[in-house]
């Protein structure tokens, strides 16, 4: 028999608890399925140079058109403030992630072991494992699919943009002039939709694997079951001596990148990048933060005072009952 | 605990330690799970909520959702031991009883029209109707709340339709608690009310109030008349008579 920890009994406990008071174990399932995800070789990927914008990026952009936003041409400031995120400009801009970009492509040159590599990364959503962008939306416009991507409910989502602040990332990327929102009270309430990869999510639920590991020239990409990516990546991380990035950061994802070069030097010449753009402070432009937590992680830590607080209640009350009984009160 | 008469200091003693604890935990915690629970919603930053002195923390996913934990840890503890203990000791005069939708009513418009209320026991029709639907709130907002939690736990996945349930339902809840507690407070904008205010504080309410306003609660703690005949007959308490000092 394996060997469970407090920390997993506990974790089951309050889960069965939980499903028995609600009655709803019907609507719950352990995401232990078969999901799929992708490995990225990085020592494979040159980032389409020989091409004015990467392969795995102009397949997306063909790929997911229909889905892009299409936002209202007057477009509220977001009361009380004099701003609004507005991409529908700049729909052509390919160098980030923009609600109409959901993938591209960085490029960096490292030092490493004396030489100088270039090292090419596709970016886009990680669909993580716990995915806190989805668990904490506190609309549940986001979910974490029993296949494995993440999903955003376009029809329900705000735009709050919570779930770029909680994303390691920053990954899903907002455009103002669309959705419920413009319903309600646009000017006060509200500030868009969120956008991002779905990693092609039609396609993979009919068999099929996203357009951007179709497009990849150099089969970068690989695309299979969650799983399976992952030994695939170890294995080359291991035939390369090189590093993984993707397994242990925000708790796990399902997808998984190997490089020759330690991914605490890119995220170093990603800020630099990054601090020299525009504006620095722009989202769409993701770092490589190396075993980054999920920001979940302190509150799942504190659950079992959760359990301890109702028993510790129901003692002292029955103390204190008995007490003032035997007291004659 | 023990509710009784204090002659000498012309007094009732209406609630005891153990209740004010109960009721300031539930209180206080619960003021701390709406504001980080608000939190949760991307609207202090946005609002220039969070550029308030000492309340930058508001815009913090990570310290809100902390506080609304540590909080709920609270109101459990001060929500079980409240039901176990008045459970056990059977003590249910919270409990709405059969006509206290037209008796709130007679109490209210008695209130308006400064004319004599209906006699009431240790609580009046609207507080245990009050009670009543702060406690569904809290049902709803508590259920929901702990089914958030699990969803939080890494091991665990809800379906799509299931997370909007949930969401939704917590956050409608917690829109009728809050209209609940503003309506509760809003009590206190009744003059007649505010005689009960100090019992929250020191547990004493004045005597004289309670023989005028709470009849069936002082025949009760003074072995003096039956309910069924104070009911019938309400004794004509002067005015100045109910006045708190």
Avoid at chain 1, 247 to 258: I, R
Avoid at chain 2, 31 to 49: N, T
Wanted: proline content about 6%; glycine content about 8%.
């Amino acid at each position: 028999m394996s060997k469970m920890s407090r920390r997993d009994f506990l974790k089951r406990s309050v889960v069965a608890g939980g499903v028995v008071m609600s009655g709803a174990g019907k609507l719950a399932f352990a995401a232990d399925g078969s999901p799929v995800g992708t490995f990225y070789d990085l020592t494979k990927c040159d980032g389409c140079r020989d091409l004015p914008v990467p392969a795995c990026v102009t397949a997306c952009r063909e790929e997911n058109q229909q889905k892009f936003p299409r936002p209202a041409d007057q477009i509220e400031l977001y009361w009380p403030r004099n701003i609004k995120e507005d991409w529908s400009d700049k729909k052509e801009l390919t160098t980030r992630l923009t609600p109409y970009n959901w993938t591209f492509v960085q490029t960096v040159s490292v030092e490493h072991n004396g030489q100088t590599v270039q090292v090419s990364m596709p970016r886009r959503c990680m669909h993580c494992d716990n995915p806190p962008c989805a668990t904490l939306c506190p609309f549940g416009a986001q979910n974490k699919m029993p296949e494995g991507p993440v999903l955003i409910n376009k029809e329900l989502c705000l735009g709050g943009a919570k779930c770029r602040d909680v994303c390691p990332w920053g990954i899903p990327a907002r455009q103002a002039g669309v959705g419920l929102y413009m319903k309600i009270a646009p000017k006060y309430l509200g500030a868009g939709v969120m956008y991002k990869c779905d990693l092609c999510y039609d396609r993979i639920r009919s068999g099929g694997a996203p357009a951007c590991v179709e497009a990849c020239p150099k089969r970068a990409i690989q695309f299979g079951e969650t799983k399976a990516m992952l030994e695939a990546a170890q294995a080359r991380n291991s035939a390369i001596n090189g590093y993984i990035y993707g397994d242990k950061e925000n708790g796990g994802t399902s997808t998984f990148y190997v490089s020759p070069v330690p991914f605490e030097r890119i995220n170093e010449k990603l800020q630099e990048q990054k601090s020299r753009q525009e504006n620095p402070k722009a989202p769409g432009f993701p770092g490589t933060p190396v075993e980054v937590g999920n920001i979940l992680d302190t509150a799942n830590g504190t659950v079992a005072g959760l359990v301890i607080a109702p028993l510790a209640g129901a003692f002292a009350a029955g103390y204190a009952a008995y007490k003032t009984m035997k007291g004659g009160e | 605990m023990a509710q009784k008469i204090l002659p000498d200091e012309n007094k009732v003693q209406r609630h005891g330690f153990r209740g004010r604890f109960t009721h300031w935990t539930v209180a206080l915690s619960t003021l701390a799970l709406i504001v980080s629970g608000f939190g949760q919603m991307p609207m202090y930053k946005r609002y220039y909520i969070a550029d308030l002195p000492g309340l930058g923390w508001t815009a913090d996913y990570s310290t809100t959702l902390i506080v609304h934990y540590l909080a709920a840890m609270v109101l459990l503890f001060a929500v079980t031991f409240h039901l176990v203990f008045h459970v056990i000791r059977k003590d249910y005069d919270l409990i709405p009883k059969r006509g206290d939708f037209r008796t709130s009513y007679l109490i209210i418009k008695a209130m308006v029209t400064e004319q004599e209320a209906p006699p009431s026991g240790k609580y009046l029709a609207e507080q245990r109707l009050a009670y009543a639907f702060l406690a569904f709130s809290f049902l709803i907002v508590g259920l929901t709340g702990l089914l958030k939690v699990l969803k939080n736990l890494p091991s665990v996945n809800f379906s799509a339709q299931a997370m909007v349930w949930i969401s939704d339902l917590h956050t409608l809840s917690a829109f009728l608690l809050v209209f609940g507690i503003v309506a509760h407070l809003a009590a206190f904008l009744f003059r007649e009310n505010r005689p009960l205010l100090p019992a929250m504080f020191t547990g004493k309410v004045n005597l004289n109030y309670v023989k005028h306003r709470h009849r069936l609660w002082y025949a009760r703690l003074s072995g003096k008349g039956s309910a069924v005949s104070l009911q019938e007959a309400p004794a004509q308490v002067p005015e100045e008579n109910i006045r708190v000092s």
